[in-house]
């Protein structure tokens, strides 16, 4: 699974620095995000995973009073080039949220939603093909196929959360940016959605954000540990967890309690 | 609740400039407070005069035609029995274009050639053919025909037809082919004489004379209808056309001459004088010789004075109420 | 005492009721108000309310029925021969003088009840100006309606002062601990909101009376099946008219459509370009300038049809126009009235839409971005879908208003009613009919005139109509997606 | 979920292009929308100030009259009642031979007639001296300098509206008149400035237009708009938490939401007919208030308001109502500390709509009487304002429209100069306050 | 810690039914919720657990097409008896819901509203102590002491729901429900609402519903298993987790990952 990491960086951020107004929540960020590997951005609330996430398909666009400095490369292009279409990027680069936010549509215009934009299928029947393989991946398949035309906004929390994973995994993006996706899932889902993440590791990269340490030592083979808006380490997800070289992730490590 | 104090009147937007000139006068030379004018048309006026007595309704209906025995009924149902009815003078309706194109001079008939929807050639009656003037009299410019008259909510288009449409109609000799045709229905004929084309030559207008006035200056062929008021106040913008060769003005029409014209009226509670404060006065100083009569403010703006004027000081003096043929 | 000191006698017994009502409850709660079922302001609003509302309600009501009473009185004493009405309006006006008269020292309170000599230069004195001479009998009917007057308002006195003081006491023995003050005095808020909603259908009950009779009358004289099923509007001074509604409807519609056509899609586009792309600044000056559109009185854009966009569409279509074709003969037109109605309209869809739009989460904006959608996709397909209900309301309102508007169809539509596809015909539409049929010269008891009020009716009926359905598709369409 | 093309992000694939270009387009779309509309507001209101700007100014002739007592007092003894006998034609005669005494003055010759050279001063001219004389009797005899206003051909002359070729077929003035007008403003007896009674006078008659002014109405607009807003607003608001937090989804609400929409769509003039029997015949309302006018305009104005007040209401999140029943607020607390406070911008929205329709609203107050000449003093309380009959500001330039004498075209415009700057007084309020509120959460 | 169930009951339901319309959400559920104990409700997303916990403080009346049946009795008396008032109830029985809620009012207002509301403090002072002390039990006092008249809504995920929890609190309920409380909040943040929870079991009942196994097994005392709309199991947390009697419970348990 360990590869050379030199060689196959798909994202490399340098000297990334954050604002909103005049909060600095990302000081002076540097990480290389390898391909085909799953990373975990771990910390305390409040540490700027979130906002380091959504600097990564410049989702923090949207938000007015946040600036972004730095270089943030993907396969050595800078996202942040004035030649780059962010909604381009973005259909490379999906993202799936912390709060489950279907739209106000049926099920299934939720996941052929992506596909539709982008224009992935070619008929009908490719589309039906790709919602359901979608939805299968996102082990939310058994649960809804008998009401695909039902609305998205009457499943229940861990249902919508599946559902928003389905909707991103349908657009094929190369990475997959994933804020806390499992926060609102029952235990089976979550093995679940991990499995996904496993097998989506064999063709892209996935960058997530999770607070249960637990899950970044199950899934990632990567993890960074951001404090205050600082990288404080990054590294081999075993070699993090288990010999730990700065003394605040340690003591994060250690002030866990399961 | 107090008492009301001020006479309250309703009606006619002909008579509202006219009722309006004598209460603001009456206003100034009483310690009254100045009569309230509503407009909102004569039939208006007189469904609220016909409501009922009492402080909630109007002391004096205006109106541009005399109230008719339908509207006295409700009127007596009502309760409102003595009524005084009052002649002010008289409207003169004429026809006017836009000031420095051609001059006219009409006649009834050319008026039923222009706009009936059909005309009688050749002892047939057929759908109107006419495009310009001169299609319908030779003597007239080759102007196209496009005329502003008053639509169906104005009592003006009742004078048009019966005085300018039906004469014409007879004149030309189409009613008698009318009543053929009918088996001597007089009513058919008389309305389809009143029948207009429907091409968007004739244009009815419900708006007012100002309206009028804005399609004739945003339309140069257009003729059309005014009230003689109107007319003396934008003699920058209209020029007045003659009607079987008589211009119409103030004496003209005084005098008889020029046929178009209307009696214009207002009609008074009797039960309500003495009990409204200034009622009578008010109805007093309107048909004053120095108001009303040939040299006062009203004939000043454009109100044909009435002739007789001193019958209907007395009437008024007398409190003398209209008989209700029940 | 007069109403207006004994209300505000009233309102301090009331204001002090509030006071004694937060004291009691704290009492009872010995000082500690976290033993109170709800909080002391609850219990000072409940005996506030306790009191207030029963006395205004007997004052308004004593207000009403006093005079009336006293007047029957009146009447009675005066058995009058004219309308009875006239002369009490006359016996009212004395004696409501007489009482300025003695307020003012002109008379003192016992001539005020003594005959009175020249009252109405008496009268004329203190500003009060009577009509005619006092005839002995009226003067006598207003003095002893004016005696009965101040007995009434003396029994009234002590009458809402009791109630007051029974309620006040009433309020306070209900105060312990365990009283829920804050369920009272929401149950009456909650009556006062349900009064407030009931409200609507009076008036639709108000609009119905106002109109019925006229309307039955109507059919009364004129035939049902020509105005419901009748291919002509012709109405006409000497009778026999032919009065349908089918050709007003179709004007309706026609014009109504074409405002729509304009205004939907430029207020809808102006509402999400002020709410999707515009600055704060933009949208703080944008949308506030826009809704000025809503405010320019109608007569104004009616005008505007008559001048400038009438014969600008003439210069075009017309003969001898830009386009050398002869569409159009007059500047009045369908399209001259729709297109001015539209940008009367755009407001209304603008605005509403635009805080509808501003509502929607940014979630979900979020959620379709992150997935590569542009900002036009995320509006057209996700923003747009989330705040439809809101926008047909909208679309819904601007309708009403088109189909409402008169001045504007007046002076850009014209007067003629006739069946046309013709958008560059002159038509007119059931709204200005009624206008002008209400405010014409016609005889007011004949069809002419009454097929305002079966117009009216008749209109009133189809726009409910219209609601119900549009109402279920809104209903179906949002249980789907909610 | 096929192998990904490796694109580059530095060129735009052919799809984007497209995407972007709709983007770009359907941004355009929503600017020229917003352009449009902007654009026929600027031609609306150059057209209206173009207009109407010229009524504030108005032409002035300052003149001495003698108050002869032998015409107004005849026998000296100050009698009121006497003195009122003597009515403004009399007065007429002492405006002649003011004139005269002016022309001498500045040595002007003229050939007119008395009555003619008279004839350039307003017809209100009479009536403002004999209003005077009445209230200072006093000065019976002497001879006081007066400011009047000028005919309003006269100040069409020196606004350039009536020139000698307009004039030709006009009875009211003549040539010679206006030459006299031209050496009575070289002598500075004429002068136009700036004319404060059209923002605060009431109407006045078609035969003088140059006396007309706005205030009288203004007030009742005034009143108007307070009878809406404080039964408009509560009442909408009210009506809509009912319908939108309480109400039981039965058949009765769905009857009461029915209604309310479809009141949107009944023609402003059917409410007239509903104020006439029910406010006016049926409740004993006095004819052509303002209180009616205001009731009227709120029954019309309601629907505006519940429509755009339920819209937002259900536009707040449930979870914040969630939120405040969980820590034990009762349903009427969550909504009046957190639901309309966060609603409050749409209120707002639908309060301003609906107040500028009821203020540009004239239909139905035809039918209750506020239409027509209504000349009546300006308010002096509050009841007075709700009760007394009055006018009202669109009804006001709806009648002047209406007007023969081209001198009211000018009015009415003005007249809508004055409705836009109240309007726009009035919206300022509410957007002010409805930034107050405004965020996106 | 344990002591005798019968003598300690707080809220017992019995034959709890709830209806959403036609969907059967809860069947027959029984049980019987201890004072001064942590319960945990666990089970598979959209098995009923966030509509069982809404019914214990009636926050299900809010929902038209939801119908409770059957008996929930707190301390002995009905809570869906008529003369029971909802809004009582509800300040005696707290809630925290799943997705963090914070009104958009300051971070203290946000605080002091139900004291405010339910008069339980004397005056400012008392006031602002209420509201330090409620702040500093959920954990979140040091972040936000400086910005107290700062937004609620402005706070990261795992801050707001800690303000929420800081909210609930402050009421000072008897029995305090949290929906997944901690789903948003990361470990550290977690343990010290844990402690909170813990410290809370001193003097009131808390129901919990989580999707995390172990936050289940080290605050609760006593664990309600839920399936499909059943209360499969319910007792002792460690019994449960070791030795469960259900076949379904165990599948669930074993099912888990971490
Ligand atoms: N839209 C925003 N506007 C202003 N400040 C923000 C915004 N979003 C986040 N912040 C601030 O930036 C900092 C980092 O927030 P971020 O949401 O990235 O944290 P996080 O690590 O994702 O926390 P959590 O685990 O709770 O989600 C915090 O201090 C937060 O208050
Ligand atoms: N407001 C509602 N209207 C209709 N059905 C609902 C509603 N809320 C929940 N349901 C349904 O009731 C069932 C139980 O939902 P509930 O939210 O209680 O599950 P849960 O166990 O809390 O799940 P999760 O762990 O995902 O939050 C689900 O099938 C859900 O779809
Ligand atoms: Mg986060
Ligand atoms: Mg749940
Ligand atoms: O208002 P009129 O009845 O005179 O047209």
Redesign the pocket.
């Known amino acids: 699974m360990k590869e050379n990491a030199m060689d196959n960086i798909k994202i490399s951020a340098k000297n990334v620095q954050v604002y909103y107004a005049d909060n600095h929540a990302i000081k002076d960020v540097n990480v290389e995000i390898e391909d085909k590997t799953v990373t975990a951005f771990i910390g305390p609330s409040g540490c700027g995973k979130s906002t380091f996430l959504r600097c990564l398909n410049r989702m923090n666009d949207t938000i007015d009073i946040c600036r972004v400095e730095g270089d943030i490369l993907i396969e050595g292009e800078d996202i942040y080039d004035r030649r780059v279409d962010p909604v381009q990027l973005r259909a490379k680069v999906g993202m799936v949220f912390q709060k489950p936010n279907p739209f106000p549509k049926s099920i299934y215009d939720n996941v052929a939603y992506g596909p539709r934009i982008h224009g992935l299928a070619r008929g009908k029947a490719d589309l039906d093909e790709i919602v359901e393989k979608s939805l299968r991946s996102a082990a939310i398949w058994d649960e809804v196929k008998d009401r695909l035309d039902a609305p998205g906004t009457?499943?229940?929390?861990?249902?919508q959360q599946r559902l928003c994973i389905a909707r991103a995994v349908a657009t094929a993006p190369e990475v997959l940016l994933m804020d806390e996706p499992c926060s609102?899932l029952?235990p089976i889902a979550t093995a679940q959605v991990e499995e996904l993440i496993d097998e989506l590791r064999q063709n892209f990269a996935v960058v997530i954000v999770t607070h249960s340490m637990q899950q970044a030592a199950r899934v990632s083979q990567k993890t960074a540990f951001f404090h205050l808006g600082n990288l404080v380490e990054y590294g081999e997800t075993n070699q993090i967890f288990t010999k730990p070289s700065d003394p605040r992730t340690e003591s994060y490590i250690t002030g866990r309690i399961g | 609740a107090s008492a009301r104090d001020q006479v309250q009147i309703a009606g006619s937007s002909t008579v509202l400039p006219y009722a309006s000139i004598v209460a603001e006068a009456f206003g100034e030379n009483f310690d009254y407070p100045t009569p309230v004018v509503e407009s909102g048309g004569s039939s208006a006026g007189l469904k609220r005069f016909c409501e009922g007595l009492g402080e909630n309704t109007i002391d004096i209906a205006n109106a541009s035609r005399q109230i008719k025995e339908s509207e006295l009924k409700i009127c007596s149902a009502n309760g409102v029995t003595d009524i005084i009815e009052v002649r002010i003078g008289y409207d003169g309706i004429v026809f006017a274009s836009e000031k420095g194109g051609n001059s006219f001079a009409f006649t009834a008939s050319d008026w039923f050639l222009a706009l009936s929807d059909q005309i009688l050639v050749d002892g047939a009656m057929i759908d109107n053919p006419n495009t310009t003037w001169n299609d319908v009299n030779a003597d007239m410019p080759a102007q196209k025909l496009q005329a502003f008259i008053p639509g169906t909510k104005h009592g003006t288009r009742e004078v048009f037809e019966d005085k300018v449409l039906l004469a014409g109609c007879e004149e030309t000799g189409a009613f008698d082919a009318l009543m053929a045709a009918n088996g001597g229905d007089k009513g058919a004929a008389e309305k389809a004489c009143i029948t207009l084309r429907t091409d968007g030559v004739s244009v009815d207008i419900d708006g007012d004379y100002t309206e009028t006035l804005a399609r004739i200056e945003s339309n140069k062929d257009g003729i059309g209808v005014f009230g003689l008021a109107f007319y003396e106040n934008n003699t920058d913008k209209l020029q007045v056309a003659t009607m079987a060769d008589i211009v119409p003005s103030v004496e003209s029409i005084s005098s008889g001459e020029y046929p178009v014209s209307r009696p214009l009226y207002f009609y008074l509670k009797q039960a309500h004088i003495g009990v409204i404060p200034g009622l009578k006065d008010f109805a007093e100083f309107f048909v004053l010789d120095e108001i009303a009569g040939e040299d006062g403010p009203l004939a000043e703006y454009g109100l044909v004075a009435d002739p007789e004027l001193e019958v209907t000081q007395e009437i008024i003096a007398d409190e003398q109420t209209i008989d209700i043929a029940m | 005492m007069s109403a207006f000191w004994l209300t505000i006698t009233v309102l301090i017994l009331s204001a002090f009721g509030a006071y004694a009502g937060r004291a009691q409850s704290l009492r009872v709660a010995g000082g500690d108000a976290r033993k109170l079922h709800s909080l002391p302001k609850y219990y000072s609003s409940f005996v506030a309310l306790g009191v207030l509302i029963p006395c205004l309600f007997v004052l308004v009501i004593w207000l009403f029925a006093q005079p009336k009473l006293i007047e029957r009185g009146a009447e009675q004493m005066l058995n009058a021969s004219s309308e009875p009405s006239l002369v009490m309006s006359d016996v009212r006006r004395v004696a409501d003088g007489l009482g300025v008269a003695v307020a003012q020292g002109a008379l003192s309170e016992t001539e005020a009840h003594a005959p009175i000599e020249n009252l109405r230069d008496v009268l004329g004195g203190v500003g009060v100006a009577l009509g005619n001479e006092v005839t002995p009998d009226v003067l006598s009917a207003a003095q002893g309606m004016r005696a009965q007057e101040q007995r009434g308002n003396q029994f009234r006195m002590f009458a809402v002062l009791g109630l007051a003081a029974l309620t006040l006491v009433f309020g306070l023995s209900r105060i312990t601990p365990e009283f829920r003050a804050r369920n009272a005095v929401e149950r009456v808020v909650l009556a006062l909101l349900i009064t407030a909603a009931s409200l609507a259908i009076l008036t639709t009950v108000g609009i119905v009376l106002s109109m019925i009779f006229e309307t039955r009358n109507f059919f009364g004289l004129h035939s049902w099946k020509d105005f419901f099923f009748g291919v002509k509007w012709a109405p006409n001074f000497r009778g026999d008219s032919e009065l349908s509604i089918l050709p007003l409807l179709w004007g309706t519609i026609y014009i109504s459509l074409i405002a729509l056509l304009v205004s939907v899609p430029i207020g809808l586009f102006a509402a999400i370009y002020l709410s999707e792309y515009a600055g704060p600044k933009t949208r703080g000056v944008a949308k506030p300038l826009l809704e000025i559109l809503a405010g320019i009185p109608t007569i104004v854009y009616g005008l505007f049809a008559l001048l400038t966009i009438g014969p600008l569409l003439l210069n075009t279509f017309g003969s001898g126009g830009l386009l050398g074709v002869e569409w159009m003969s007059g500047a009045t037109a369908v399209l001259t009235a729709g297109l001015v109605m539209g940008i009367m309209l755009i407001p209304f869809v603008s605005s509403l839409s635009d805080d509808i739009i501003n509502a929607v989460p940014q979630a979900m904006r979020d959620g379709s971005l992150g997935l590569g959608a542009t900002k036009s996709e995320t509006i057209r397909q996700v923003v747009i879908p989330a705040a439809l209900p809101g926008i047909v309301g909208a679309i819904l309102l601007a309708a009403s208003r088109a189909i409402g508007e008169t001045m504007i169809v007046v002076l850009g539509a014209g007067a003629i009613a006739k069946f046309s596809a013709n958008p560059l015909d002159a038509m007119t539409t059931i709204t200005t009919r009624i206008v002008s049929q209400l405010t014409g010269d016609g005889d007011f008891a004949s069809p002419e005139t009454l097929v305002a009020f079966a117009l009216g009716l008749t209109l009133f009926v189809l726009t409910l109509g219209l609601n119900i359905i549009a109402l279920y598709i809104v209903r179906k369409y949002r249980e789907q997606y909610e | 979920m096929s192998d990904p093309v490796k694109t580059s992000l530095l060129t735009l694939d052919a799809r984007t292009k497209k995407r972007n270009a709709a983007e770009t387009r359907f941004r355009m779309y929503g600017l020229a929308a917003i352009g449009a509309g902007l654009a026929m507001l600027v031609l609306l209101l150059v057209t209206i100030f173009g207009n109407g700007l010229g009524a504030f100014q108005q032409t002035f002739v300052t003149l001495n009259v003698p108050l002869l007592e032998s015409k107004l007092d005849k026998k000296g003894e100050r009698d009121l009642a006497k003195i009122k006998k003597v009515s403004t034609f009399g007065y007429a005669q002492l405006l002649s031979q003011a004139m005269e005494d002016a022309l001498a003055e500045n040595g002007i010759d003229s050939d007119l007639k008395a009555k003619k050279q008279a004839a350039l001063l307003s017809k209100s001219a009479a009536a403002d001296l004999r209003n005077f004389v009445i209230s200072n009797t006093d000065k019976i005899g002497e001879t006081v300098e007066f400011t009047f206003l000028a005919n309003s051909r006269v100040d069409g002359y020196l606004k350039n509206r009536v020139t000698r070729e307009s004039i030709a077929d006009d009875k009211s003035i003549n040539a010679e008149q206006l030459d006299l007008v031209d050496e009575l403003v070289a002598a500075g007896v004429i002068k136009k400035r700036f004319n404060i009674s059209f923002i605060t006078g009431a109407d006045a008659s078609d035969q003088r237009p140059e006396a007309a002014g706005m205030g009288v109405a203004m007030m009742g607009s005034f009143f108007m708009m307070l009878v809406v807003l404080a039964l408009a607003l509560p009442i909408g608001v009210a009506a809509s938490i009912y319908l939108e937090e309480f109400a039981p989804k039965n058949w009765i609400t769905d009857i009461i939401e029915v209604n309310i929409s479809n009141l949107a769509a009944v023609p402003s003039i059917v409410f007239g007919i509903l104020g006439l029997a029910v406010f006016i015949n049926y409740m004993h309302l006095p004819q052509s208030a303002p209180l009616v006018g205001g009731l009227v305009l709120t029954l019309m104005t309601l629907p505006t308001i519940i429509i755009s007040t339920r819209a937002s209401l259900k536009s707040v999140p449930p979870s914040i109502r969630d939120a405040a029943l969980g820590v034990g607020a009762s349903k009427m607390q969550s909504v009046f500390h957190h639901v309309l406070p966060l609603a409050a911008p749409g209120i707002l929205t639908g309060t301003i709509i609906g107040l500028a329709q009821a203020l540009g609203e004239t239909a139905p107050l035809l039918l209750i009487g506020m239409i027509g000449f209504i000349a009546s003093n300006a308010p002096d309380s509050v009841a007075s304002g709700l009760l007394d009959p009055n006018s009202a500001m669109p009804a006001q330039i709806y009648e002047w429209a209406k007007r023969a004498d081209p001198a009211f075209y000018e009015r009415a415009w003005g007249g809508i100069i004055i409705l836009l700057a109240f309007l726009i007084t009035m919206n300022t309020i509410a957007v002010l306050l409805r930034r107050r509120f405004e965020r996106r959460w």
């Open positions: 009457g499943l229940s929390g861990g249902q609102a029952d």
